[in-house]
């Protein structure tokens, strides 16, 4: 049992119809690998930060058997930094600062203890860094899981598709889906992607759910329909953290296992958006989590007996 | 077993992406009645036409078992007539022209044999007529669904109010729920809705498929991801009716038969956007909407078991 998650570590400024945040931590390995925590208790990150970053994130990822041994800490340098307001119905958003900082020379190394790591998960980053890590390992994982977003789609689509064809699972969202594929019917997008390398495509569709692909099947998963939505940022990193640590704790990559690891994942977004930030996730218990997997099986179970 | 269905009967001129129809028959209570004609062998509709409409589309109502004693045919009138375009995406439309014709004077009358109908279905109509049918029956049916939409919250929200007090379920999509409750949250929405009147709410989401709610209860179903969808007109109605449909002809009103219905009337949507029209509905066989029933089981069912 083993997770090795690529991304950024970061701090975000987020401004949503509810408040504003500024320089929360944030980042996609930093989603990822708190929600993959629920379940797997052997995960390590690979990335880059400044030595403007808390000790005591640091410190909450390691009471929760974060290994950090792959995130380098740059002297002198400034944590990746981002700021976004989304707009009034929280499903879009405009970026109003990038600031690269140290990620712009990234470097990633993998620690010799994750060199054969049965899980990896390659967050949002440059494909060519997702590539890198790729390389390292010293046996292929038994199942590669790759996040990418738009950006990468306009200006590298060359060194994406290359990338994409590395990885098992891809996931991106609807609007994404419809851009790499040039298609606009998910069916269609699906099938298109599939064929680029990848055996499984997951599309996340925020509010409305997320449908899992393979070359046969289709599954799809709600969202839990919530009371307050307070900040979608980071529900996408949550759900990919808590479907691959449900995969890396029950090593179980059947469709059958994906279906429920993606019931798991909706479960830990569903959480992630009720406060600022990786707030929430720090809070919430393996029970917690296991109360919300109820909603969902009332949501969404029915009972047909078929003729 | 039986359902009256009050609502209009029509013809449309469609513009989608993929082409245009002129002048094809449509209206709410053809949908419906259409819809649940799979289910219920006992469906009158209550409705009004002009001259001008097609014989042909009486005898494949009548060959369907669909009673149109209550279907006043206005000499030397025209039948209502709508036409719209859809965007590029198929979730939004512009309507170009609406010509109420013999609508424009409808005093609904109820046919005898359907003043004790155990379902009544109220299409979307001017809540008044929507009240008259209500006030005619001689018995208080099991289940009153109605449906409406914005124009009516803007132009009468008073009327429209007072109907909504008097019926069991109200149909609506998620841009009226939150225009009629002023509250952006589906959760919230629902909450206040309940309170106008209605026991059960449902939440219509076109390609994100429905919520229904009562005061204690949410269930979702998805929408069955297609690979074409050719024409959206009537997917509302064609749930709508294969909802009330299933639901007379099981006679079983508790929520869990709810779910049901609503898969059997997400099933029957699915079919009607597959062409223009009402076309694809005059195709489709019980049979078919079986086989369809067995994708929507295995597109959403998963197996996790509870601690």
Request: glycine share 8%; hydrophobic share 45%; net charge negative.
């Amino acid at each position: 049992m083993s997770l090795l998650v690529v991304g950024t570590v970061a701090f975000d400024t987020i401004h949503t119809p509810f408040g504003k945040v500024e320089k929360t931590v944030g980042g996609a390995a930093t989603y990822i690998a708190l929600s993959a925590s629920f379940f797997t208790k052997n995960t390590g990150i690979v990335s880059v930060i400044g030595e403007d970053f808390p000790n005591d994130t640091l410190s909450e990822l390691n009471k929760r058997n974060i290994n950090i041994d792959g995130l380098q800490v740059i002297k002198g340098g400034k944590s990746f930094y981002w700021s976004g307001k989304y707009h009034e119905d929280l499903n879009n958003r405009d970026t109003l600062i990038t600031e690269l900082n140290v990620l712009a020379d990234f470097n990633p190394i993998v620690p010799k203890q994750y060199l054969d790591a049965d899980f990896l998960m390659l967050g949002n980053l440059t494909p060519a860094i997702q590539q890198k890590v790729m390389s390292q390992m010293k046996k292929k994982p038994k199942l590669i899981v790759m996040d990418t977003m738009n950006f990468w789609m306009e200006a590298m689509p060359a060194e994406l598709a290359k990338t994409i064809a590395m990885v098992d699972v891809l996931t991106i969202n609807d609007a994404e889906a419809r851009q790499l594929s040039g298609e606009y019917s998910l069916i269609k997008a699906a099938k298109k992607i599939l064929k680029m390398g990848p055996k499984y495509l997951i599309i996340k569709k925020g509010e409305h759910g997320a449908l899992l692909f393979d070359s046969k099947q289709i599954f799809f998963a709600p969202a839990l329909p919530l009371e307050d939505v307070f900040d979608p940022t980071g529900a996408g990193d949550s759900f990919a953290g808590g479907f691959i640590g449900y995969l890396d704790k029950t090593q179980d990559i059947s469709f059958d296992n994906m279906k429920r690891a993606i019931i798991f994942g909706s479960a830990a977004a569903s959480f992630c958006v009720e406060k600022f930030g990786i707030d929430r996730l720090l809070e919430v218990s393996e029970d917690d989590i296991h109360e919300r997997i109820k909603e969902f099986i009332s949501l969404v179970q029915f009972d047909i007996p078929l003729k």
